[in-house]
């Protein structure tokens, strides 16, 4: 049912979105005729300072494919680091054996595990310890923790300069200092259950999920204001992780009380399409081609009634805005948030209310492993991962 509103609510809406500003160069006359048509310019993004170019304007994740490994990241231990916020510790996976190669205390409703920009450490967010618990990479063992406000998520600013923690229940943006963490400044924003984000493909702008506003809200950062609000129609909406497509033309934002994807044109800031997935729409994970997004259903919903659907992933492939695929978990399960391999071939996902991981094999879309883990997993990160820094979440590579 709520599916069908939500695609009610799209009758209205634009069927296409403006594309990425560019420039070009004019094209000079041939002094022959030719049969062959003229080439235009290849397009070039205008990105803010200090932000790293973007190599292919088609696919802004081209740098963050399979076995693109950074030298920042050579001497990284392959590792998955499972957040276990029910029982406030970290489970760390040998992601070759599949076997549980250690456990570590993180203090109160760990959430997150998240990437720094530079790729140095993993941060582990403690949302109710109110601190940042770094982990070395090299050994896979974390540090002493960094004292930091509701730090429910974690992101970087493009140019690499600042931290933004997403201070949930405080409903702003704090930027603080990637090393120290100390704090900047802060940005209050109209965001109930402030949650997950991402950029614009030239850094100019994010936009952000409110999960228990039903809307997202987009943010100028280079003045650091609010530049807008958009409901997303549905009163059960309850949107959750949010991913750039690869052109950099459309954002897709996981709902996981109408049981999809909404698709929005950043630039223009209005809802242009919804994907029907499944229950429990959360994670949102492009694929190491950049042709996929993968979805995570997790079947389940603590805040409006529990467990009403089996947990799934669902596959949309980008150039069409459809799902290709939908691969099921054997038995049912919870998956939630995670990420990709460094070759692309596996999707590992935490089993939020099944204290287990999942392994999916993203060839064949079969179930490869699941994992007993502590109680309430939730972002898990796998590292290393490809790409040349890191935007935050649980890998958002660029």
């Known amino acids: 049912m709520a599916a069908t509103a939500a695609l009610a609510v799209l009758s209205a809406c634009a069927s296409s979105s403006p594309g990425v500003q560019s420039t070009t160069s004019a094209r000079r006359p041939s002094p022959k005729p030719s049969t062959t048509a003229p080439q235009a310019a290849p397009v ?28 920042a990241t050579s001497a990284a231990l392959p590792r998955v680091y499972v957040p276990n916020g029910a029982s406030g510790t970290v489970t760390v996976i040998d992601p070759a054996s599949k076997q549980v190669v250690g456990t570590f205390p993180a203090g109160k409703m760990p959430q997150h595990v998240v990437p720094a920009y530079d790729l140095q450490r993993l941060w582990v967010l403690e949302n109710s310890s109110n601190a940042l618990l770094p982990i070395d990479p090299k050994t896979a063992l974390p540090g002493p923790s960094i004292p930091v406000d509701d730090p ?32 900047h400044s802060s940005l209050p924003l109209p965001c109930p259950g402030l949650n997950h984000m991402d950029f ?22 280079t003045n650091r204001t609010l530049a807008g609000v958009l409901p997303l129609g549905p009163s059960t909406s309850m949107p959750q ?8 033309k ?12 909404w698709i929005v044109d950043g630039d223009a800031f209005k809802v242009i399409g919804f994907v029907v997935t499944g229950v429990g729409a959360h994670g949102l994970y492009p694929s190491r081609d950049g042709r996929s997004l993968y979805v995570a259903n997790r ?31 054997p038995g049912g399960g919870s998956p939630d948030m995670g990420n990709i391999t460094a070759d692309g071939r596996e999707l590992w996902l935490a089993g939020r ?14 179930l490869a492993a699941r994992i007993p883990v502590g109680d309430g997993p939730h972002g898990l990160t796998v590292w290393p991962q490809p ?3 890191s935007l935050g979440h649980t890998g958002n590579m660029r």
């Not at 079947?299 to 659907?309: A, C, I, K, T």
């Open 44 to 71: 070039t993004i205008r990105t803010v300072a200090g932000m790293p170019p973007v190599h292919d304007p088609v696919n802004l994740y081209r740098d963050a494919g399979a076995g693109m490994l950074s030298p």
């Open 152 to 183: 429910y998520n974690l992101y970087f600013t493009p140019d690499g300069r600042e931290a933004m923690v997403v201070a949930e229940q405080r409903q702003r943006l704090d930027f603080r200092d990637p090393q120290t963490m100390a704090l």
């Open 200 to 221: 614009s493909i030239d850094g100019r702008y994010l936009i952000a999920t409110c999960e228990f506003g039903g809307r997202l809200v987009k943010v100028d950062l």
């Open 241 to 248: 992780d949010v991913r750039i497509s690869p052109d950099g």
């Open 250 to 261: 459309r954002f897709y934002v996981a709902d996981m009380m109408v049981g999809g994807v």
């Open 299 to 329: 079947g389940w919903s603590m805040v409006r009634g529990g467990r009403h659907g089996p947990g799934n992933v669902s596959v949309i492939d980008f150039a069409t805005s459809k799902v290709s695929a939908t691969w099921p978990i």
């Open 353 to 366: 209310y099944d204290s287990e991981v999942y392994v999916f094999d993203t060839t064949t879309g079969g």
């Open 387 to 389: 790409g040349r820094y």
